[in-house]
C-alpha cells in the first residue's frame, strides 16, 4: 500500500506542476497609472491647462512691458497672445491691453509689433482692437481687503484658529 501511496502522491504532484498556478482570467495590459497615451495624443490634463491657460489669458488680456523686448513681441508675449486667440468660445472684438501710456515712445512700435503678429495668426483687424493702459477689469485693491480682513475673522466664534489665546483657554496646545 505504501508504494500505490507514492504513485498517487507522486502523480498528484506532477499534475499541480504541470498546471501552476495559472488561471483563466484575463489580466488587464496595463497597471492603473502606467498606460501612457501615444506620442501626440493629448490628454484630459493636457486639455484641461490648456482651457485654463487660454481662460486666464483672455479675462488678463494685457501684455505687460516684460513681453516686449524694447518694441518687439518676445516669445512671451506671442505665447500670451496666442493662449488668447486659441480659446475657441472667444468673443470678438478681442480687446488687447497694452500697459503703455499711449504718449509713450514705445507705444506705438508695440502696438504694430503685436498687429503684426495677430495678422500672421491669421486675424483680420476687426477682430480685435487694442486699448493702452491696464485692463480695467483686473484690479483689485489691497485697500478694501484689508478693511475687511476683521469681518472675517472668525476665531473667537468657533474655537478654532485662534491662536495661543484661545488654545490656552479651550485647554490645547502644546505642553
Do not use: W
Amino acid at each position: 500500500m505504501t508504494k500505490r501511496m507514492i504513485q498517487l502522491l507522486a502523480a498528484g504532484l506532477l499534475g499541480i506542476l504541470a498546471t501552476g498556478c495559472q488561471s483563466n482570467t484575463k489580466q488587464p495590459k496595463t497597471v492603473r497609472g502606467e498606460d501612457f497615451p501615444e506620442a501626440g495624443q493629448t490628454t484630459q490634463v493636457q486639455r484641461f491647462v490648456r482651457a485654463q491657460v487660454q481662460n486666464g489669458a483672455r479675462t488678463n488680456a494685457t501684455l505687460y512691458a516684460y513681453q516686449f523686448d524694447g518694441p518687439n513681441l518676445n516669445s512671451a508675449g506671442e505665447a500670451k497672445l496666442l493662449a488668447m486667440i486659441d480659446d475657441d468660445n472667444s468673443e470678438t472684438p478681442l480687446i488687447i491691453y497694452i500697459d503703455t501710456p499711449a504718449d509713450d515712445a514705445l507705444a506705438a512700435k508695440r502696438q504694430t509689433s503685436t498687429d503684426a503678429y495677430l495678422k500672421d495668426a491669421g486675424l483680420k483687424a476687426e477682430q480685435y482692437k487694442f486699448v493702452f493702459g491696464t485692463n480695467p477689469n483686473q484690479k483689485a485693491y489691497a485697500a478694501q481687503e484689508i478693511l475687511n480682513l476683521p469681518k472675517s475673522d472668525s476665531a473667537g466664534d468657533s474655537g478654532y484658529g485662534g491662536g495661543a489665546a484661545s488654545g490656552a483657554a479651550s485647554g490645547g496646545g502644546a505642553h
